[in-house]
């Protein structure tokens, strides 16, 4: 199923996901690398596949064929990859640092790192959206939020472009590179706030216990690595891909720019209509599983789709028209069950923050929608650059 790796694909992914689930909903596909994967397409499938607890996301159940890219185990302890008791244990621990009042609380902080990133855009020059405010608004956000020293965030920066989004020319060890400077600089920023703690997550976190049990050193490392990861590469595609999104509809764009209070419902459909995260974390059998139809072996890798699942014309109305009153909205690009994303409050107080932003000071393409650029990802969905003309 070369299709799902090629240049259209990366173009626009939701004419091949249609004929995927029009054609099962499941399909056994082999990656660039060649290793095989069960690709999962329909929304009731994906949604059962997301709290089915046969369906394991530790890698200690994957078959002899599996090829994925491993974490050094200090960075691979965090919620994405373990199962009960666990994961169980783990979510327990850090979930009163990631309460609705929590999330309120960074509001105000959120909404003025935004306004001042877009005053200071210029006017009556293209700006690239992307690389002027959607990276640099989550970075702050959650630079700030962990305590991250500002001096510190361009290296981060520079170590997620590397892991996620490598250019033709990167080294091969550059991953494994990036990784491991990364995995000492959270050692070193741990050991930092264990000695001088601050009113940040990290120290929180440090702080937490639940009767006598704590996270360790190496789950403190790994749930920073998260939060940082998950944290900033979604936020800055959900930006952009939202804008995006906008500038393709405007008419959706005007009845926001008239109405705010659609804010709230507007980001719930742009988090659906071009999900940056287009696939759910690799998942493996613990035996043999019925999964639509299909008999998947113990150990095969299974891809659950959730940027297709997010378009079933089953579940959705004109799954691939913009509307932003669409109501209800349930959408799975923050998953369902036990791994649902504990960050997803403040990925919408991020996304409301910047949206906001945007629309009071107004903005228009500076290029023809048509000629963006599209990262060549199959995991991740999110545009290289984004040139805009501010008011």
């Known amino acids: 199923m070369s299709e799902l790796f090629g240049r259209a694909f990366h173009v626009d992914p939701y004419p091949i996901y249609a004929r995927l689930r029009a054609g099962g909903g499941i399909r056994q596909v082999s990656t660039p690398d060649g290793a095989a994967a069960w690709v999962v397409t329909r929304y009731d499938d994906v949604r059962g596949g997301l709290a089915d607890p046969r369906l394991s996301v530790d890698r200690s159940n994957a078959g002899a064929g599996y090829r994925g890219f491993s974490l050094p185990p200090a960075l691979d302890a965090n919620l994405l990859n373990l199962d009960p008791p666990d994961h169980t244990r783990l979510r327990t621990l850090i979930a009163g640092e990631f309460t609705p009042r929590r999330v309120q609380e960074l509001v105000p902080a959120i909404e003025a790192a935004a306004r001042e990133l877009v005053a200071g855009l210029p006017s009556g020059e293209p700006v690239d959206l992307i690389a002027g405010f959607a990276a640099p608004l989550p970075l702050r956000v959650i630079g700030d939020l962990l305590g991250v020293p500002p001096a510190d965030r361009a290296r981060f920066r520079?170590?997620?472009?590397?892991?996620?989004?490598?250019?033709?020319?990167?080294?091969?060890?550059?991953?494994?590179?990036?990784?491991?400077?990364?995995?000492?600089?959270?050692?070193?920023?741990?050991?930092?706030?264990?000695?001088?703690?601050g009113p940040d997550l990290l120290s929180g976190l440090i702080a937490v216990r639940d009767n006598e049990d704590r996270l360790s050193e190496s789950e403190l490392v790994s749930m920073a690595f998260l939060a940082l990861w998950a944290g900033y590469e979604n936020l800055v595609h959900l930006i952009g891909n939202g804008v995006r999104a906008l500038l393709a509809a405007p008419d959706q764009l005007a009845d926001l720019r008239s109405d705010e209070a659609l804010l709230p419902r507007a980001v719930e459909e742009l988090t659906r209509f071009d999900q940056p995260l287009q696939w759910a974390i690799r998942r493996f059998p613990t035996r043999e599983l019925d999964i639509a139809g299909v008999e998947v072996p113990a150990g095969d890798t299974v891809l659950l789709g959730i940027a297709s699942a997010n378009h079933d014309e089953t579940v959705f109305d004109r799954p691939d028209?913009?509307?932003?009153?669409?109501?209800?909205n349930p959408h799975l690009s923050y998953g369902h069950g036990i791994h649902r994303s504990f960050g997803s409050r403040l990925s919408q107080a991020e996304a409301a923050a910047a949206f906001s932003a945007l629309l009071a000071r107004g903005f228009r393409a500076a290029v023809d929608l048509a000629d963006l650029r599209w990262q060549p990802s199959f995991r991740n969905r999110g545009l290289t650059e984004l040139p805009l003309l501010l008011g």
Not at 189 to 196: D, N, P, Q, S, T
Not at 321 to 328: E, G, I, V, W
């Open 158 to 197: 520079g170590w997620t472009t590397t892991l996620l989004t490598p250019g033709p020319d990167q080294p091969p060890t550059a991953a494994r590179d990036a990784v491991v400077a990364m995995h000492g600089f959270l050692v070193d920023l741990v050991a930092a706030k264990r000695a001088e703690p």
């Open 321 to 328: 028209t913009l509307d932003l009153r669409r109501d209800p």
